[in-house]
């Protein structure tokens, strides 16, 4: 079965900090992974994507990686601000047309 | 600038009432999305469209049903068939099997409520 989880469900850091989202997947055939960021009230806005041969990939302070043995992938985020404060969703496309979504993680910057 | 509009931003609707949700975009996209968004659970697929004058049930299409006149526009109607339609919707938006590196773009969705 094609899914996606990520982990964990929410966290609070200290505005500055860093932290590290979690998202496995089983998906397949895979295509490519992306990140999402989701602000209260608004859509997703894609942060970054990963294909099969990537490994690493930063957007400012955002840096995801990816195992595509393992099926693993996380999002860094470095210095967190308080504009940080969003849901993130972790999003695998198989090949084709199929979007598999996580649940997401809800992130709270607190100063 | 390009990008996808839904409107209105907040919907009531009462018993036995249909319903229908606006998308429009600009992007120029062939594909299009509709997505329902529940409290703890992951995105969910009502509809999408990869061509106009074609469209394809997704995960949970009972209850709601869409019309691709146009490339722009993919409107969602939700009827009285919906028995639990409070939800956050998403409309989105992307290039298609022809882009598929390529991002889907989102609107910032409809909040629809039951009176």
């Known amino acids: 079965k094609n899914q996606v989880e990520q982990s964990p469900q929410s966290l609070i850091i200290l505005e500055g900090k860093n932290c590290t989202l979690q998202?496995?997947?089983?998906?397949?055939?895979?295509?490519?992974l992306r990140w999402y960021k989701q602000d209260t009230g608004r859509g997703p806005v894609s942060l970054t994507i990963?294909?099969?041969?990537?490994n690493t990939k930063s957007n400012g302070r955002y840096t995801a990686t990816l195992d595509a043995d393992t099926k693993q992938s996380s999002l860094h985020i470095t210095a967190s601000q308080l504009s940080d404060s969003a849901s993130y969703i972790c999003?695998?496309?198989?090949?084709?047309?199929?979007?598999?979504f996580g649940t997401g993680t809800s992130l709270t910057v607190i100063p | 600038d390009g990008g996808i509009t839904q409107s209105p931003k907040y919907l009531f609707r009462k018993e036995g009432q249909n319903v229908t949700l606006s998308c429009e975009q600009n992007?120029?996209?062939?594909?299009m999305y509709w997505y329902r968004q529940d409290p703890g659970q992951g995105l969910r697929l009502i509809y999408y469209?990869?061509?106009?004058?074609?469209?394809q049930k997704g995960d949970i299409a009972e209850g709601y049903s869409v019309s691709r006149e146009k490339k722009e526009s993919f409107p969602l109607t939700v009827t009285s068939a919906q028995k639990n339609p409070t939800a956050f919707y998403l409309c989105?938006?992307?290039?298609?099997?022809?882009?598929?590196?390529?991002?889907?773009?989102f609107g910032d969705g409809t909040r629809l409520s039951i009176l």
């Open positions: 469209s990869q061509i106009v004058n074609d469209f």
């Open positions: 998202c496995n997947y089983t998906v397949s055939p895979f295509s490519n």
């Open positions: 992007l120029n996209h062939d594909a």
């Open positions: 990963m294909t099969f041969s990537e």
């Open positions: 999003v695998v496309r198989a090949t084709g047309n199929q979007f598999y």
């Open positions: 989105a938006s992307s290039r298609g099997d022809r882009g598929t590196h390529q991002p889907q773009h």
